[in-house]
């Protein structure tokens, strides 16, 4: 069973991508949040960035709708009884977590640069969102970028921990 602290932080995410403020995600709330994710980034669907990153979004619902179930419509309580099961999933868990650090490394450098994550910071929450302090909070070795290993450490954290002190409780923000 969620943690308040585990339901505190998944419930900001899940407001989040709830774009219809319905209390339930569907497939076009991830087609929303797509379209916003494209926005920050300057592009659209019909560029090969932009195909490649709806790619990953969509994948993302598909993944979701699938662990709670298939019914297309996915509740806070679903995907909390899902982040219950992830500490025994490892490899589920790394696996979204390549998936979203490709969405993010735009430049595809390798790494994610404080701007990199900002924008994805503000297409999540769906505005402007500070988050300087929180990238420094989630960069570890202090050199100014996330390595596929540390968001990997991060994201695993927060979707499968429950410790208020861990950096990767901070992945989409302050909780």
């Not at 308040?4 to 989040?16: N, P, T």
């Not at 909390?80 to 490892?90: G, S």
């Not at 390549?98 to 769906?126: C, L, Q, T």
Request: aromatic share 10%.
């Amino acid at each position: 069973m969620a943690s308040d602290f585990q339901r505190r932080k998944i419930s900001g995410v899940f407001d989040a991508m709830d774009a219809d403020g319905d209390g339930v995600l569907t497939e076009s709330d991830f087609r929303a949040l797509t379209r916003r994710w494209l926005d920050v980034r300057g592009t659209d669907g019909n560029t090969p960035e932009g195909q490649h990153l709806a790619a990953i979004m969509m994948g993302w619902w598909g993944t979701l709708d699938d662990a709670a179930g298939h019914g297309g419509r996915v509740t806070l309580e679903q995907v909390l009884r899902v982040v219950d099961e992830l500490p025994a999933m490892p490899g589920a868990v790394t696996g979204t977590a390549a998936a979203m650090f490709e969405a993010v490394d735009e430049n595809g450098d390798g790494v994610i640069s404080a701007e990199e994550y900002r924008r994805m910071i503000e297409a999540w929450s769906g505005g402007r969102a500070p988050s300087e302090d929180v990238f420094a909070h989630l960069d570890l070795d202090g050199d100014g970028k996330l390595s596929r290993d540390e968001f990997t450490g991060h994201w695993f954290e927060f979707w499968a921990g429950d410790d208020p002190a861990a950096p990767g409780s901070w992945v989409f923000g302050r909780v």
